[in-house]
């Protein structure tokens, strides 16, 4: 399966990172850093109205090369301008084309919270993260036993990032309710099959306390599309694919924000 992949190019990838840069020393950095940072990413969700993380990316391994041309500062700003509550930046290099500077340049032009969307497989990247200049990591179930995540999230608090708990299916998210996510994020994508359904956000949500945040990830394309998750009371969308390939940003997110105020 991808994610397998995309996990073991991960774990060298953070061998490596360790050579270079230890632990300790990037754990001391981060815990320098402080933890009073009122923890955007979560406020920024917390709205009457459906929030919009929106993704800066290049590539996926399911659509390949998304842009050839890759402003990312630009399409950072174009977001900020179109009205996004946060923006979610790849990290990942190898399947997403990703970069740690992307996100540095992205965090230093904005004002919005920052998500680092990467494959968390060690609390390296969490100390990273915090280094990086990010509100909120990604800890993916499909990657993480409950107690591991439960860990993560101990240290996310400690270092004040907000974390998105990803889920596929119902195991998942009672997996990450028992390791005390305070947001959820329900990929619609199957990993299996890369097929999207998005009643899979909408199917989920019901077996999400209320006063759990709540994200629906993947597959979103059209202003029915966010009434459809606004009734079933979604708090957030991360969008990527769908604004990444729109010329014009700041007009699809408008179009999309009509969905959110849809009372049909």
Known sequence: MILDKIAAAT????ERKKAEVPLEKVKHMALSMGSGTGFPFSAALNKPEISFICE????????????ADFPYLQIAGEYEQAGADAISVLTEPEYFQGSDDYLVQIKEAVALPVLRKDFVVDAYQLYEAKT?????VLLICALLDTRIICDYLAICAELGLSALVEAHD???V??????GAGIIGVNNRNLKDFTVDISNSIRLRQLVPENILFVAESGIQTASDIAMLRRAK???VLIGETLMRCHNKRAKLAELRGGANDQD
């Open 56 to 67: 800066v990316k290049k590539a996926s391994p399911s659509k390949g090369e998304l842009v």
């Open 174 to 179: 009672d997996a990450a309710l028992t390791a």
């Open 234 to 236: 979604v708090n957030g």
């Open 170 to 172: 119902e195991r998942e």
């Open 11 to 14: 774990r060298h990838r953070i």
């Open 132 to 136: 990086l200049g990010a509100s909120a």
